[in-house]
């Protein structure tokens, strides 16, 4: 029998942890949790992007 992803983390529940998402915000880092609807919405819209190394 095959688990879903979701019956894999109702099984393993007791040894997740939460991780806090930080992000920076005017100068200074803020976790996304205390956002608002509107911030948290904005925050998922982001453009992520890695930055190349110079020559």
């Given amino acids: 029998m095959k ?3 979701n019956q894999i983390l ?3 529940q007791e040894l997740r942890t939460k ?3 930080y992000t ?3 100068g200074y880092h803020r976790p996304v949790e205390s ?3 509107g911030k948290k919405g904005e925050h ?3 453009t992520h992007f890695n ?3 110079c020559n």
Wanted: proline share 0%; net charge positive; aromatic share 4%.
């Fill in 24 to 26: 920076r915000v005017m």
């Fill in 35 to 37: 956002f608002n609807i």
């Fill in 10 to 12: 109702d099984q393993n």
């Fill in 44 to 46: 998922k819209q982001r």
């Fill in 19 to 21: 991780c806090l998402v």
């Fill in 3 to 5: 688990l879903t992803t």
């Fill in 51 to 53: 930055e190349g190394k």
